[in-house]
Each structure stands twice: as C-alpha cells, then as structure tokens.
C-alpha cells in the first residue's frame, strides 16, 4: 500500500525496529544451534510488521499480552535486548530471572504480561486487565495479540462476548499467520472470514495487510484512538506469514516450498526499504548505519546473556508465593 | 442465629464496604441474588459494577479476575460448584498460580475465587464432588475450606489480604448450618488447622463438610469411652502439618476424613506426612474414610452409601484403636 500520509522519519524508525527483530532472531537461531538456547522456540521472521505496528500506537502505561512468539513484541514494546537473550539462556539477569525462556517473556516495567504459551490463555487475562482500568477510570489499552489458532479456543469467544458486553478497552490483534503449528486454517475452521467471528460479537473488526508495517502501524493507531475513546473493544485480523518453521522442531511437511517463497517477496521489510530508498529518506551508507548498530546491540545482549549467572538452586521454589505485599 | 450463608454473606458485605477496589463477579450473583442465595441483595447495595453478572464462561471470567487483579482490583470471583470449575481449569492452574514464578516475582495475583464443593444434596454426578485435593495439588495457589460459621465469616478478609490467588471452598452441605456468630466476628487467619474438639485416645482428621460428621463420631465414640480429637484442616494448601504432628503425638493413632475420592486423595496426602513424620509415633496405621470411587450418584440411599458417614468414622476409629 501507498503510506497514505509520508513521514520519512517514523519510517526509518519502524524500519529499524523490524530489523532489530530480524536480527536478533536470526542470532537467536545460531544460538539455537549452538545449543546456547534451548526449549521451544518460536521465531516471529516475517511477522515484524505486526508487533512493530500496533507496539508504536500503545503509550507506556497502556498492557500488552502477547503470545509464546513473543520476542518480537518484546523488543517492539522496549524490552531490553540484553535481558531478553539472558532469559533464553536460563540465566538470573534474564527478564523472568530465567524461570520463563523464550515463551514466557514478562516485564512489569512496560506492563508485558507475558510471553502465554496457552494458545487462547492469554485473552480472559487481557479482559481482566482492561477491566480493572475501566472499574477505576482510567483511559488505557490492553493490547492482546494471538494466533488465527487461537479463535478455535473458547476462550476466543468467551472474551469476545465479554469484552463487548462490558465494552471494555482492548485491543485484539489477531496474527493470521495462516497456519496453527501445522494445521492450515482451511483444515480447522469451518468459517475462515476472522473478522466475520469478531463481528458476530458486535465486536468492531478489520481485516489489515500484516506485512506492510506503515498500514498495521494506522489501523492500530486508529483502533487505539477508537478504544481509548471509549467506544470498547476492536479485532484486528493482521494478515501475515513466518517465513520459518512453527518451532525449532518443525520438518515443515504441511505447506509448499512455494508458498513459503511467494509469502517472502511481501517480505514486510525490504519492502518499506524499497520505498525509503525511493522517496530519498535512505540510501546504502544509511541503511549500512542502522545495521551496525543493530550488530552492535545483538552482540552486547549475547555477550551480557554469556556473562550472565545461574540462579543458585537454593531459589528454585523462590517466587512460588509472593515475597512481599504487591 | 446465623447461617453459614449469611456469615459468608456478611463477609462480602464487610469486604465490599472496606475496600472498593473489591468487586464480585460470576454466574448469577446479581440479579438473581446467587445460585445458593449467597449474594442476595447485594446488588441493590452496591450496585452492577461491584455485584457484576457475567456470562456462562468460566474461563473468561476466571480468567478476567486474574487480569483484573494484575490491574490494581481485588476481585471476588464466585464458581457455582467445584464441576464448573473444571471449564476455568487452564486460568487457575496454567495462569493465576503460575503467573509469579513463571515472571520471576514481578506480578502477582491477589485473586479470591470462591466455589461450592460437595454432596450430600442428591445433585448427581456433575454438582456434587469435592475436588478440593486437585487444586491443593497445585504450587502457587492457597487453599482454604471454612467448615465454621466463624470461618465462613472471616477468611475471605483475610484471604483478599493475600498477594497471591486464594480458593475458598463453600460445603454446600453447610450453607443452611445455624449457629452462634459473634457479633463482634470478623477476620481469622487463613494459616493453622484447628483443635475442634481436645482428645486423648486417636485424632479424626477432617475439612469442610466432614467436619460435623467427624465432631458426631467424637460424640459417639465418647459413648463409647473413647476420647477422640478432632481437626478441621481449614486450609488445605499449605497444609498446617505441624498441628497434625503435634496432635497424633499425644494420640498415637489417626483416622483421615475426606469426601474426595481415596485414590490420590488429600487424604492420601495427610497419610504420607504422618507416616514420613510421625511413623515411630504412630500404634496404628493411619485409616482413611473417603468417599466411593464412583461418580456419585442422584438416588440418595445411593448418595449417602457413597460418602464418608459418621457410622463409617466411628468404625474406622473402631480399627485403629484395635490395631
């Protein structure tokens, strides 16, 4: 899509934290391999867009409840990349001292509520959320992403039932990636329009190009305008793609080489280059700046995440209770 | 005289009264008055956005407690039996009890969930279990059973208190009990079993529902010439072991009482401590008095076959002592 209203200098920052993304995951898969990392893991490569648009139209005291795919909205949201590796590592410096890895990403600082690997779990909680500041008055959003997967689950319709009566202020961004691990959508829902399931909760609901950031970054920044004004909750069916396997366990024998290739020239993030470069707001030498620093930054959280400790196992059952009054 | 649902009540009221970041929120607790007729009239006192109705989705609304409780709230959330429970499952056990350790200590969940448990009310195989040793399983939730008016009145004070997610389990056997309340009743602490009647010869071992029965037991037994001590657990998660200890100690004989089914019981767990714990104090071995393994059944000469009953006790204490 044609940026309907050009702004070079927000580009380039989204540009940036697309890459950010790109970069750390693919470290985070070389880490992988080395064996540094271990667990599930799931990499959001080629569904940047998604997390790096509707995080820009959050404000800080706004919430976010993410999925097990989470990196991505954890750097988008402002989740130092340093604690973020130190988490995938198992190490106490890590964001959840550890004690979550790669699906269970928390931080109080910019109320990340996780990182849930329940797939459905995650949206009573955002309801919850949005409840509470509506019970005291407060104009914030709870933004709650999920997999198209997750509309399969009760508690999909559950909390879109709950969140229209109650008119409550939270913003679903529903990540179609087209595939729940390895069952297709067209193999699990009899009715594949999403935004139509929304709808049918009176749920206000549309459907967006999720690989093209400058249109993800409007309509949530639209819908967030929407919601904070009080008008309760919106569905935003962000239409994506990962380029790589579910998890890093994933022969991938459900879906075509081809399909994978054709969803990779959409790839959301030469395509905003593309028009940088061609509006003149980005040439190579600026391009090579953003990648070095980038680089940079990657390896700093690795080497924080190498330097980090182990919890001392004398605190293993730490945290089961709280330790102190909240 | 006071019910024990009228004490429950009037714990609503006191907590909703002292604290408005308390609301209640569940199936039928509003209009209607609640399902056991808890709430009755508290919506016309405080008003839909503190006595809140919700849809028939447990989970949603489980799960909107938990959230509402990350927000600064101090949610109430009713559960109108420990069956319907089952559909909220993945919230209190994946998310509420999870949510501190799995964040390394950054959030808490300062939830209430209450829920009724139990038979005895010819309700069938989908109201009537008590699967209280379930939740009790599970590491990050507290558990707590009032058996007493005094109780029923005062741990959910103390309960919304805690930083974490507390489950009360309402008998509902109980709801119609009468008794004295003191007017001046009001918080009690959520931490210690209790001593409800002092004895030398075995301690009966008890929760909730089978609190009375095992109380009645004691009565028989004394007939009998046998002083029987009787504990009411209250909370089941932590379990106060140091009381049971303390008591079999002196008594050197137990019998455990517990409407869940045997296999993989509370009881079964009481019984383990005691033998880890107290196996040279013991003369006997620990006796148990569960429930039948079977979904318990509408008929009620079939109801009352399969629950623990206060003839079953006595002859269960009967055991123990011969042995």
């Known amino acids: ?326 | 005289m006071t019910t024990y649902r009228e004490a429950m009540r009037e714990a609503l009221r006191d907590a909703l009264t002292r604290d408005e970041r308390v609301f209640l929120m569940g199936e039928d607790v509003g209009a209607y008055g609640g399902c056991f007729a808890v709430s009755l009239g508290l919506l016309e006192e405080f008003g839909p956005e503190r006595i809140r109705d919700t849809p028939l989705s447990e989970s949603a609304f489980v799960g909107a407690g938990i959230g509402a409780a990350l927000g600064g709230m101090r949610p109430i959330v009713e559960i109108m039996t420990v069956n319907f429970s089952l559909l909220a499952l993945d919230q209190i056990v994946n998310t509420a009890a999870a949510l501190s350790h799995m964040s390394g200590g950054q959030f808490h969940v300062p939830l209430v969930i209450r829920m009724t448990t139990g038979a005895g009310r010819q309700l069938a195989a989908q109201h009537s279990h008590s699967l209280e040793g379930w939740y009790a399983h599970v590491p990050g939730l507290r558990v707590v059973a009032p058996a007493t008016l005094a109780d029923a009145r005062g741990m959910l004070w103390t309960a919304l208190e805690d930083p974490d997610p507390v489950i009360i389990f309402e008998h509902g056997a109980l709801y119609n009990v009468e008794g004295a309340l003191d007017p001046d009743a009001g918080p009690t602490d959520i931490d210690k079993a209790a001593v409800r009647r002092a004895g030398e010869d075995l301690t009966l071992i008890a929760f909730a529902g089978t609190v009375g029965k095992a109380l009645e037991a004691a009565e028989d037994l004394a007939d009998e010439g046998v002083s029987a001590e009787v504990i009411d657990l209250r909370t089941l998660r932590p379990l106060d072991t140091a009381t049971l200890l303390e008591s079999v100690t002196r008594t050197h004989r137990a019998v455990v009482v517990d409407e869940g089914w045997r296999t993989g019981s509370l009881a079964a767990e009481i019984s383990a401590r005691l033998a880890e714990q107290a196996f040279y104090e013991l003369d006997a071995p620990v006796a148990r008095v569960c429930s039948a393994e079977v979904p318990i059944p509408y008929a009620q000469h079939l109801e009352q076959a399969a629950l623990p009953q206060v003839r079953t006790i006595v002859a269960a204490a009967r055991g123990v002592l011969a042995g």
Not at chain 1, 149 to 178: K, Q, S, Y
Request: aromatic share 8%; net charge negative; hydrophobic share 45%.
């Open chain 1, 1 to 326: 899509m044609n940026d309907p209203d050009p702004d070079p200098a927000q580009d380039r920052h989204l540009l940036t934290e697309m890459l950010r993304i790109r970069r750390f995951e693919e470290r985070c898969v070389e880490l992988y391999s080395a064996a540094k990392i271990r667990g599930f893991m799931h990499l959001a490569i080629g569904q940047e867009a998604v997390a790096v648009g509707v995080m820009g139209a959050l404000r800080p005291d706004d919430a976010v409840v993410a999925t097990y795919r989470d990196h991505g909205h954890a750097l988008a949201r402002g989740i130092p990349a340093g604690p973020l590796m130190a988490e995938m590592f198992g190490r106490v410096e890590g964001v959840s001292r550890g004690r979550g890895g790669s699906m269970h990403v928390f931080d109080a600082a910019t109320r990340f509520y996780g990182g849930n690997a329940i797939v459905g779990g995650g949206l009573p909680v955002a309801a919850g959320l949005a409840l509470a500041d509506h019970l005291l008055g407060r104009d914030r959003v709870t933004a709650c992403f999920f997999g198209e997967g997750a509309v399969a689950e009760g508690e999909f319709h559950e909390t879109m039932n709950l969140a229209r009566l109650w008119d409550l202020p939270v913003l679903f961004a529903c990540e179609n990636n087209l595939y729940a691990m390895g069952t297709a959508l067209g193999r699990s829902e009899s009715q594949t329009d999403l935004v139509r399931k929304a709808e049918a909760y009176a749920v206000t609901a549309r459907a967006v190009d999720g690989m093209d950031v400058t249109a993800v970054a409007a309509a949530a920044g639209q819908a967030v305008d929407e919601i904070r004004a009080g008008t309760g909750p919106v569905f935003l069916e962000l239409k994506t793609y990962r380029f790589r396997a579910h998890s890093m366990y994933d022969p991938e024998r459900y879906r075509a080489k081809e399909e994978v290739e054709d969803w990779k020239s959409r790839d959301p993030i030469p395509r905003l280059q593309a028009e940088l470069v061609a509006v003149g707001a980005l040439d190579d030498g600026g391009l090579a700046a953003i990648e070095a620093d980038i680089t940079t930054e990657v390896d700093a959280a690795v080497a924080m995440a190498e330097a980090g400790t182990l919890e001392p196992v004398a605190d293993l059952t730490r945290f089961v209770y709280s330790e102190a009054a909240p």
